[in-house]
Each structure stands twice: as structure tokens, then as C-alpha cells.
């Protein structure tokens, strides 16, 4: 399941590497839904690229689906484009700037849509995914709301670490909250400090766990953030996450302390994209587009199915070529 939504947050300047300007990162979950759902795009006017033309995490997500054959799901998690991909809503609507009162507020409502949305899926085993600019800056909104520490990664090369912890705290001063004040209550924390991707992924996520289903979070510290949404909604069990070697080797993250903090299973997966052998590879090499779109989640399921690494890069190749970029 590909949640994709957008927050306001994503227009600071400096902020997040998915796309190549503000007016036209709106359009990338858009884009990156209709990827992972037809291979390229169809409605949506651009193919997601970071500012040195580092192509979308979605890339890689639809070459594991061309081997694999998984089913996919995208929610509607509160996009301001609209995508071509078919999706399911949950009654989420686009984020504002977490610098401004009550950001998220459809949270609550989709929050719970999401949860009953999770408990009817008739499936064994689901990923869990998402597509939002900014996202890593309203998740540490998020972890600061709950008083959470776990730090976040970056699309881009330089996390803008200091960055994001000022607008964080001008969020929390807006909304009149201190540090940890939303401990235990998830939806008002996403609310007032998050964007409506979170709410979506992390009602969805309790609901299949109550139900049974199996729950992989197939991303990094955003999804590491759901998993303390989960917390604070009083889930106990060992939670799994799923995510690249990207993040993992992220010096401005500390996986092995979010993954004690918060009782998770990680599973890293390293696609050995090196720099050189392709220029599409260049920008994962250098430590852009960490991971995004399911990307973590869709190595593992590769590499449980058995799939070879090189076999896989060739086929992400393929779909590389075939992209509009020109378009």
C-alpha cells in the first residue's frame, strides 16, 4: 500500500530533494504513484528527479514489481495534484506548513478512516509505504510532538538537520505546545505537528494489526515515525521495518537506537547501486534519495523471493530508460 500526500512544509526553501522546484514537487507523489501502478506517468506532468537529477525512489519500487507481480494499493493521503494512479481515500486532505495552527486538520477523521480501511484489507501481509515531499520534516515534527528523539533522514545529500529542528520548534510555538506535551495522543500529534501521509499510514497500520495482518513499514524514519505513532496508540508487538542501506548508513541517524527505542525489526537492504556504472545510480551513491516510495520494503521482498541484486539494478535500468524525461 502506497500512501501519497502533500504538506505545505515542503516549500521551504531547502527542505526536501523530491523534485526539482517547489511548483513542481507538488506533482511528485502524483507521479510517483502512477510509476510504481503503470511504469511511468500518465497524468502527472513530470517525472520526480532531485535537483541533480537523481531519479525517484518509485523507479526502483516498479522495477521489484515487474519481477515480483505484488499487488498494489495507492491511498489517496491528502494529495493537492491529482494522479492517475486508481486510489482509494480515506477522506485525508493536503497538509499546510506545520509552522501554522492545526496543519493536519483532517487527521483525526482520516486516521480513523485509514484504521477500519486496514482492518477490511483481506490480505496476509501488507507493506506499508509513502510518497510525501517534507516528510521527514514534519515526521521529527511528529517524534518532537510525542517527545520522541529519533532524528530523521534526508532526501538530500546534506541533511538540514538544524533546518528542520527550527521549523519544528516554530511549529511547536505556534501551536502553543512544549516538547512531549502530545505524549499518548497520536492523531493530535499528527495534527498539529505532522502531515496527513502520516495519520494515513499509521491508522492503517493499527488497523491490520488488529485484524491479524501482518504489517512490514517499507521506508526509513518516517516510517520509523509511524512506528511511534503506533506506540503512543498503545501497540506493544515487535513492529518490522523494512529500509535501504542508505539510511542505515546515514550518519544523521541513529537506526540502531530508533530500532531500541521503539522495539523494531529492521531489515536493510543494499541494492550495491555504485557510482559510475550508471548515471542514474550516481545520486544514490552519493547519499541522495535515501529511500521513499517503498523502496526499502521492495529490496527486502527481493531479496527474500531469492532475486539477484545485479539482475534487479539491470531491470531498474530498463525502467529508467523508458521514463519521459523530455516529456
Not at 110 to 133: K, M, N, Q, T, W
Not at 278 to 302: I, N, S, T
Amino acid at each position: 500500500m502506497l500512501a501519497v500526500g502533500t504538506t505545505q512544509t515542503a516549500r521551504i526553501d531547502g527542505i526536501s530533494a523530491a523534485g526539482a522546484d517547489p511548483d513542481i514537487m507538488v506533482h511528485t507523489p502524483s507521479a510517483d504513484a502512477e510509476i510504481v501502478a503503470y511504469g511511468e506517468p500518465i497524468r502527472a506532468p513530470v517525472v520526480p528527479v532531485s535537483p541533480t537529477g537523481c531519479p525517484t525512489p518509485a523507479v526502483v519500487t516498479r522495477a521489484v514489481r515487474d519481477v515480483l507481480g505484488f499487488d498494489l494499493t495507492v491511498v489517496d493521503a491528502g494529495l493537492a495534484e491529482p494522479t492517475g494512479a486508481p486510489t482509494v481515500t480515506v477522506g485525508a486532505r493536503a497538509g499546510s506548513d506545520i509552522r501554522e495552527p492545526d496543519p493536519v486538520s483532517t487527521a483525526p477523521g482520516a486516521f480513523a478512516a485509514a484504521r477500519e480501511f486496514g482492518r477490511s484489507l483481506p490480505d496476509d501481509e501488507v507493506y506499508l509505504a509513502e510518497s510525501i515531499p517534507g516528510g521527514t520534516t514534519t515526521a521529527l515534527g511528529v517524534q518532537a510532538a510525542l517527545g520522541e528523539r529519533g532524528g530523521v533522514s534526508s532526501s538530500l545529500l546534506e541533511n538540514p538537520v538544524e533546518q528542520k529542528r527550527e521549523v519544528v520548534a516554530e511549529g511547536l510555538e505556534t501551536s502553543g505546545l512544549d516538547e512531549g506535551e502530545l505524549a499518548g495522543e497520536p492523531q493530535e500529534a499528527v495534527r498539529r505537528m505532522g502531515d496527513p501521509v502520516l495519520a494515513v499510514v499509521a491508522g492503517t497500520a493499527l488497523g491490520c494489526l488488529e485484524s491479524d495482518t501482518a504489517v512490514t513499514l517499507a521506508g526509513g524514519t518516517q516510517l520509523a515515525t509511524v512506528a511511534a505513532l503506533l506506540r503512543h496508540a498503545g501497540v506493544d508487538r515487535t513492529v518490522d521495518l523494512a529500509t535501504t542501506s542508505f539510511v542505515a548508513d546515514d550518519p544523521s541517524v541513529d537506526l540502531d537506537g530508533l530500532a531500541d527505542a521503539l522495539d523494531l525489526s529492521v531489515t536493510v537492504t543494499d541494492p550495491e547501486f555504485e557510482a559510475g556504472d550508471h548515471p542514474a545510480f550516481d545520486g544514490y551513491a552519493a547519499g541522495e534519495a535515501k529511500e521513499g516510495v517503498g523502496m526499502g520494503g521492495a529490496l527486502a521482498m527481493a531479496a527474500t523471493a531469492g532475486v539477484p541484486m545485479a539482475d534487479l539494478r539491470e531491470r531498474v535500468l530498463e525502467r529508467y530508460r523508458q521514463l519521459p524525461f523530455d516529456a
